[in-house]
């Protein structure tokens, strides 16, 4: 269904690939950063951004060893962990150069180049977190060292949102990110980072009309059927989500349930940092455009659209089920 890696389950490895490349619609390749799974360094053929979903189960005590032959870190964005595990330099763990300074109420959790890190922390409650890297973090979330983290309910079960929570047929994760390509020259902040101008607008690394075919991203379920999206904005634009005008509803915010749920939306704000999670009911003969727009709210100006297509499938039965494939979650979309 996804494209993205799932780790797990109790501790996950990660390596950073810093020459990673991301063909876009128009043919440039751009030069990337982003985590992967492994515990060698270096590169491992798949050269995709965003970085590999990391799931958990809430309750769990999971280990995210980090190994990493520059410096850098994984900060654990909206997870409640104690600061040694939060992956904010000088403060918390992270893969440093030097041994640096003590003192300042800094913590003595770094590690030196290639000599693994380890987070531990216990899954906090289900829902939609993120993590990404925060060292130089300007360039280095832009580059694609931000993916999402997902905890699932105490048993497991990946039909509902959290326990007791609404349950879903089909999930998506919508990852949201732009990309400046002069940013993608640079190997640190300098100058060139003074201005932020968006050229690519993606939805889970891809733009343009690689999103109509990429099966992590269109959405197609039966009518009736309840698909969840996990929607993350690792970018620096607000963005506008908007499903064609179908209405939707949208039932937690960064990994916590709402007090009461929001419904018939037909656009949604997620800004910097955010996650919902949104679930759209498929109507039936649904064949409409979703929209992502990324936004200067200042200039009031829309920079960039992503689109996906949205589709109800009558091949498929309600409930995710595909009619004569039992193999519900791979997706065969050509
Ligand atoms: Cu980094």
């Not at 190997?187 to 101008?197: A, E, F, I, K, M």
């Not at 929607?231 to 349930?257: C, E, H, T, W």
């Not at 007090?259 to 003969?285: F, H, K, N, Q």
Request: glycine share 10%.
């Amino acid at each position: 269904m996804r494209t993205f890696t799932f780790l797990g389950p109790d501790t996950v490895s990660v390596v950073v690939a810093m020459n990673g490349s991301q063909q876009m619609a128009d043919g440039t390749n751009i030069g990337t950063w982003y985590f992967r799974e492994g515990t060698g360094l270096g590169f491992n053929g798949d050269r995709t951004i965003p970085s590999p979903v990391i799931e958990l189960t809430e309750g769990q005590n999971a280990a995210i060893t980090l190994t990493s032959n520059r410096p850098h870190s994984i900060h654990l964005h909206g997870l409640d962990v104690n600061q040694a595990n939060d992956g904010v330099p000088t403060t918390s763990g992270y893969v440093a150069t030097s041994v640096p300074m003590d003192g300042f109420g800094r913590v003595q959790g770094y590690t030196r180049l290639n000599s693994p890190f380890t987070y531990a922390f216990v899954a906090p409650q289900a829902g939609s977190y993120m993590y990404h890297c925060h060292i130089d973090t300007a360039l280095h979330m832009e580059r694609g060292m931000a993916g999402m983290i997902i905890v699932r309910p105490p048993d497991g079960n990946t039909e509902e949102v959290w326990a007791g929570g609404p349950t879903f047929d089909k999930e998506y994760i919508w990852h949201l990110h732009t990309i400046d390509s002069s940013w993608h020259t640079v190997q640190v902040s300098d100058t060139t980072l003074n201005r932020y101008r968006p050229d690519y607008f993606l939805i889970n690394g891809k733009n343009g009309s690689q999103i109509d075919t990429d099966p992590a991203t269109a959405i197609t379920a039966a009518a009736g059927d309840r698909v969840l999206i996990r929607a993350i904005n690792v970018g620096y634009q607000p963005a506008l989500v908007k499903f064609g005008g179908l209405s939707f509803d949208v039932v937690s915010s960064d990994g916590r349930p709402l007090a009461s749920t929001l419904t018939a939306l037909t656009e949604l704000w997620v800004t910097s940092g955010e996650r919902y999670d949104i679930i759209l009911t498929m109507p039936a003969a649904t064949d409409v455009t979703a929209s992502v727009e990324y936004w200067n709210v200042r200039m009031a100006a829309i920079l960039g659209t992503a689109t996906a297509p949205v589709v109800e499938d009558p091949t498929l039965f309600a409930d995710g089920f595909e009619s004569g494939d039992t193999t519900r979650w791979s997706n065969s979309v050509e």
